[in-house]
C-alpha cells in the first residue's frame, strides 16, 4: 500500500535555530514527490516539486531534497513567520494528479 | 493570475442535507483535484476531474459526487449530509496531467450539526 510518513509530528525551534522535516515513502511508482505549507485555516500553499532521486530546490531559507526513499526539508536560520505545518505528498504512477499525503510537521518557531 | 477559488468558504448544515460546493481553477488549468481535510485523517483524495471527466476516484462512500464543466469549473456534492462530514474541503488545479505545481484553493469549511 502507498504511503507517506511524516517526522517528527511536531517540531519547536528557536529563532534562526536550523532544522530539517523528513519525508519518507513507500509508494509502487514515484512520479513526483510535493511539499505545501499551511497556516491555520488555509489551503496548503505550494513550495516545491521534486521529480528524482538527488534533485534539490530551494526557496528563501528552505531547501528540499529527494532521495529513493525519502525527501527532507531543510529550514536554515528559521523566523517566527515560518511556523506553520508543512505537508508531503506524492503522486504516483497511474494515479494521475491523486496526490497522497503525510500526516504533517507543525513547526513553531519561537523569537 | 488570480488563484484557485472555492464558495462558499464557511457552511452550516444539519443531519440528512445535501450540499453542493464549487471550485474555480486558476484560468487554463484544466484538472481539478477534491480534498477532505479532517484533524483526524488529514488530507484525503476524494476524485479528480480532467476535461469533464473524472478519472480518478477516492475511497469514499457514493454520497460524494462531483462533476467538471467546459469551463473547467468544478462542482462537489454531498447528500445524506452525517456529523463526519464536517470538514475543510479543498479543491487544487493543475495545467495538465504530467509534471508541474499543483495549487490549493482556500477550502470551505462545512459544519454539519
Known amino acids: 500500500e502507498d504511503q507517506v510518513t511524516q517526522s517528527p509530528e511536531a517540531l519547536r525551534l528557536q529563532e534562526g535555530e536550523s532544522s530539517s522535516l523528513n519525508c519518507s515513502y513507500t509508494?509502487?511508482?514515484?512520479?513526483?514527490l510535493f511539499w505545501y505549507r499551511q497556516d491555520p485555516g488555509k489551503g496548503p500553499e505550494f513550495l516545491f516539486t521534486?521529480?528524482?532521486a538527488g534533485e534539490e530546490k530551494e526557496k528563501e531559507r528552505l531547501k528540499a531534497t529527494l532521495t529513493k526513499k525519502e525527501s527532507f526539508l531543510h529550514i536554515t536560520a528559521p523566523k517566527p513567520e515560518d511556523s506553520a505545518t508543512y505537508l508531503c505528498a506524492v503522486q504516483i504512477s497511474g494515479g494521475y494528479n491523486k496526490l497522497i499525503f503525510g500526516a504533517g510537521t507543525r513547526l513553531a518557531v519561537h523569537p | 493570475k488570480a488563484g484557485v477559488t472555492q464558495t462558499p468558504r464557511y457552511l452550516i448544515k444539519t443531519r440528512g442535507q445535501q450540499v453542493t460546493l464549487s471550485c474555480s481553477p486558476i484560468s487554463g488549468h484544466r484538472s481539478v483535484s477534491w480534498y477532505q481535510q479532517t484533524p483526524g485523517q488529514g488530507l484525503q483524495f476524494l476524485f479528480e476531474?480532467?476535461?469533464?471527466?473524472?478519472?480518478n476516484k477516492g475511497n469514499f462512500p457514493g454520497r460524494f459526487s462531483g462533476r467538471q464543466f467546459s469551463n473547467s469549473r468544478s462542482e462537489m456534492n454531498v447528500s445524506t449530509l452525517e456529523l463526519g462530514d464536517s470538514a475543510l474541503y479543498l479543491c487544487a488545479s493543475r495545467a495538465t496531467s504530467g509534471r508541474g505545481e499543483q495549487f490549493f484553493g482556500p477550502g470551505t469549511r462545512l459544519t454539519v450539526l
Open positions: 476531474y480532467f476535461s469533464e471527466t473524472q478519472r
Open positions: 509508494v509502487s511508482g514515484l512520479r513526483g
Open positions: 521534486l521529480y528524482s
